[in-house]
């Protein structure tokens, strides 16, 4: 979730009512300062470049600097608002579309978390019974 709110900080736009999870509806009301004379997408690339991100073949490139927070949901929230602009969409609407992209990483995070490999992982050399209990 720190990503999450790091993204709308840095957009200068406020989660002001959300709900984001696994097993429900997600949604994030968006409100984002008025942009007087430029382009939702010339306010998301001029953010972007004074962030470090770089300009190559007219398009931003995102290649896993994340940094907002230092974990990589960062760029995935920002290539989610960067990409939306680019396609038309205000900056509201790109911020409001994090929702879906933010039940997506929770639900791929809780997936891996759940799978076989990573329970295996986590128990490592210890033997235990079929009732669980450690031997």
Known sequence: M????????FFDCEMKNWQIGTNCPSFIKAVCIELED???LTYVEDR??????????G???FP???KLTG????EDFLESVYNDVL???????????????????????????????????????NEYT???KAI
Not at 2 to 9: A, E, V
Not at 50 to 57: A, I, L, P, Q, W
């Open 2 to 9: 720190d990503s999450l709110k790091q993204t709308f900080s």
């Open 38 to 40: 430029e382009t939702p």
């Open 48 to 57: 972007l470049i004074s962030k470090g991100y770089e300009k190559s073949n």
């Open 59 to 61: 398009r931003i490139t």
């Open 64 to 66: 896993g600097l994340c």
């Open 71 to 74: 974990v990589c949901f960062d």
């Open 87 to 125: 396609n038309g969409d205000s900056l509201q609407q790109a911020m409001e579309g994090l929702a879906y992209v933010a039940q997506k990483l929770l639900e791929a995070e809780y997936e891996q978390e759940m799978s076989e490999d990573t329970m295996l992982c986590s128990w490592g050399d």
């Open 130 to 132: 079929e009732d669980g």
